[in-house]
Antibody
Framework: QVQLQESGPGLVKPSETLSLTCVVSGYSMTSGYYWSWIRQSPGKGLEWIGS???????YYNPSLKSPVTISVDTSKNHFSLKLTSVTAADTAVYFC?????????????WGQGTVVTVSS | DIQMTQSPSSLSASVGDRVTITCRAS??????LNWYQQKPGKAPNLLIYAASSLHSGVPSRFTASGSGTDFTLTISSLQTEDSATYFC?????????FGGGTKVEIK
């Protein structure tokens, strides 16, 4: 069965870069679907960060204050999130998820989430 | 951005009660509306997609309807395991957005 697992540092200093990886098991990312990052904080609820397609097309939420990059490494069957120049407002639980086969389809599979705190 | 407004923000009901949650979009999203259930410390789980289609494995007591801007999720007979927070989400256009959530508690 398809599973997603987030990993990355739980603590990031302000103004530094937050980097997370989502490893996909049970499915080859090159076969299709969209791969997304979502975060959840008490203050802002669930917030879609962005998605990347199996072919590498990216879609980002322009509301995010910190610059975002989502990339995919098909050789390792994982995709990654980078948020640069983070602030305390980027403290949240970060989830990766799969949706598809089209961009407009629901998020059917989620990772368990990873807590990231931005603090000096 | 399309704003998603859920109501109520919380409710308390007894086992066996019929519960209805409403989600309103700030502009038409046709039927690109999904519902998720989230329990504390866990990721959201998909319940309903495309406004009214039941995701695989979800109990039939969960039903949903709507189109355009107004949508509802109904639990026909509330069970103890339904205690959770429920979110709607529009996937009509980017940025994809979620409602603020409805916390369902069991009396």
């Amino acid at each position: 069965q398809v599973q997603l697992q987030e990993s990355g540092p739980g603590l990031v200093k302000p103004s530094e870069t937050l980097s997370l990886t989502c490893v996909v098991s049970g499915y080859s990312m090159t076969s299709g679907y969209y791969w997304s990052w979502i975060r959840q904080s008490p203050g802002k609820g669930l917030e879609w960060i962005g998605s990347i397609s199996y072919s590498g097309n990216t879609y980002y939420n322009p509301s995010l204050k910190s610059p975002v990059t989502i990339s995919v490494d098909t050789s390792k069957n994982h995709f990654s999130l980078k948020l640069t120049s983070v602030t305390a407002a980027d403290t949240a639980v970060y989830f990766c998820a799969r949706h598809g086969p089209t961009f407009n389809d629901a998020f059917e599979i989620w990772g368990q989430g990873t807590v990231v705190t931005v603090s000096s | 951005d399309i704003q998603m407004t859920q109501s109520p923000s919380s409710l308390s009901a007894s086992v066996g009660d019929r519960v209805t949650i409403t989600c309103r979009a700030s502009q038409t999203i046709t039927r690109y509306l999904n519902w998720y259930q989230q329990k504390p410390g866990k990721a959201p789980n998909l319940l309903i997609y495309a406004a009214s289609s039941l995701h695989s494995g979800v109990p039939s007591r969960f039903t949903a309807s709507g189109s355009g801007t107004d949508f509802t999720l109904t639990i026909s007979s509330l069970q103890t395991e339904d205690s959770a927070t429920y979110f709607c989400q529009q996937t009509y256009s980017a940025p994809l957005t979620f409602g603020g959530g409805t916390k369902v508690e069991i009396k």
